[in-house]
């Protein structure tokens, strides 16, 4: 019965996770074009590993333009001097297997920390993995001309992607602003609905624990690249925070059970998402109710008269966030990381080339495209590499039986690389319960259908490649889960002290600076999400790292208090337990 239980809840949050949302189709299809595009470059001028030029695809692809293509960018300078340094080791290096291993463990140690450690973030890892991917080939290619080849094929393996990304964005790409103006669209008539009865308080609850960075740093690109006018970016940069306000405040208001105002607020909150999808700022709404001063109603009507409001917009002060983490040379774990992901990675390396089986070599490149950090997640992603391994194998399988005999022409290949890279971006795009397995039915379809310069029907290569990735996941399982374990709790008690230091600063904000209060409140909203998150990962742990009954008991109890205190203090004024945006 319990199994049951279990397994319903499981199956209705994957279902929850696979519902279409603003954006996941036109961020899934321009993932999934740019994946055939690729193959057919690949293809064309015989690029190696065409699997990893894709995968880059689904990492650098943001949900606009302007990020996408700073990033793609900015991974190709990284990728070239990395290369441009690596002409240098593999004359050093070329002729002597240990001095190879040594280069490659060094430089793996020093990049995987770099992006545990940093905002360097997983570049650290793609820059290790094109490291000891070049490293490991001169193995089979002792010879320093084939070397230099090697290196160049390298380059293009990460260039060519992201030349097809840079171009794609500036003739196709979801342009910033496009994509701002309909996310605040999104919220009004998410707030609207939410008056009217019609959307539920989870439908609130998730909206909000997206925050204002993601909009914010939409605005920044707006700004950096003259997008729109100064006085429309002025405009915007209001319109994200009092968008977010309206929407705590009706979840206040649903909180409190008022209703006597829900009429009248709806209707403007519509009328506002109207005039923004016209194009135009929304209009003056003429109120003709009495509001109480300092009710969650008389926020709403507050926020909504802003937006139509051409006044000076309040100052936030920007918060700089410094390139490493405080603690990056205090805290051992980031060192931990660094050298659990290399150890497992090298690992796989001596495996398969003790057995003479170079096929499986996606194990070492698994081991850098998964390196994690507490057990827990450990434990869940692996769970969704596998899932999604299999699932890519399966459909990689299909191919190369069903269809690959009866492709002719490398636009065949195209066709079947993007329909199954669509349903990948799709589950890719998901929360972070399903996102891993996303990218990993991609990764393993792709390893398994892309196998030469054109369309190849070796079913022993699609079964090496999938041997390697699930070796990879059971090495860094073994690796992540018996050497320097990580209980998932250190970061949730971490993160529980941030919300109620940031309860506290909201509570000085609230009657100071009224914009920075509401961008606190939008971090105290995605912190809740992320440790409601990781919490639910401390049941993955083995027995001996996961707390005790009793205090995983307190700490669900100390969530859902905070969660409560926020959204039934976070937003008024007056008493003690009120906290102002007013």
Known sequence: ????????????????DLRPFSGRWEQSWRI????????????????????????????????????????????????????????????????????????????SLFFLFLGAASRLGPLGG????????????LMYVPVGELATRALLYAWLMVAAPMALVVGFNLLVGRQPKHVLVNELIERLQLAAMALEGQAPTTALRQNLALGVEAQQKRLKWLKAF????????????????QS????????????????????????????????????????LWSFTQSYTTNSAAHEIKTALMALASEDKPPVIPEEKRPFFAADALTNPIYQQIAIKATGAAVLCYLIYSAIDWQGIHTAMITCYVAALGSTGETIHKLFLRIVGCLIGALFGAVVLLLFMPYMISVG??????????????????????????????????????LQGFGPDIDLSVARDRVVGILLGNVVMYLVFTHIWPQSVMRSVQRRLQVIENKLQTLRQQST?????????????????????????LVLLEPNDLRPAATVIKQTRAQIKQLQQRFEQRGLLTGGSEKLALV
């Open 244 to 283: 977010y306000r309206i929407l705590l405040a009706v979840l206040a208001l649903r909180n409190q059970q008022q209703t006597e105002h829900n009429v009248e607020l709806a209707a403007a909150c519509r009328a506002a998402a109207h005039d923004l999808a016209q194009g135009r700022r929304p209009q």
């Open 226 to 241: 003259h997008l729109v006018p100064t006085t429309t970016y002025k405009w915007l940069d209001a319109a994200v925070l």
């Open 32 to 107: 999934a074009l740019l994946c055939a595009l690729m193959t057919l470059v690949a293809m064309t001028y015989q690029i190696p590993e065409a699997a990893i030029s894709c995968y880059v695809i689904f990492f650098v692809m943001k949900s606009d333009a302007a990020e996408s293509t700073v990033l793609a960018l900015a991974l190709v300078v990284l990728v070239s001097i990395v290369i441009l340094a690596l002409v240098g080791l593999v004359n050093l290096t070329i002729d002597s297997p240990p001095a190879r291993l040594t280069a490659l463990v060094v430089s």
């Open 1 to 16: 019965m319990m199994g049951n239980i279990v397994t319903s809840s499981i199956w209705s949050r994957v279902k929850s």
């Open 126 to 137: 793609i820059i290790a993995l094109v490291i000891a991917f070049v490293l490991t080939l």
């Open 512 to 536: 100071q600076n009224k914009a920075a209060a509401v961008q606190c409140a939008a971090g105290i909203a995605q912190e809740l999400a992320w440790v409601k998150y990781e919490f639910g």
């Open 412 to 449: 065949a290949l195209m066709i079947a690389v993007f329909a199954v890279c669509l349903l990948a971006a799709w589950v890719a795009l998901g929360s972070e319960r399903i996102s891993y397995a996303g990218i990993q039915i991609a990764f393993a379809f792709l390893l398994i259908t």
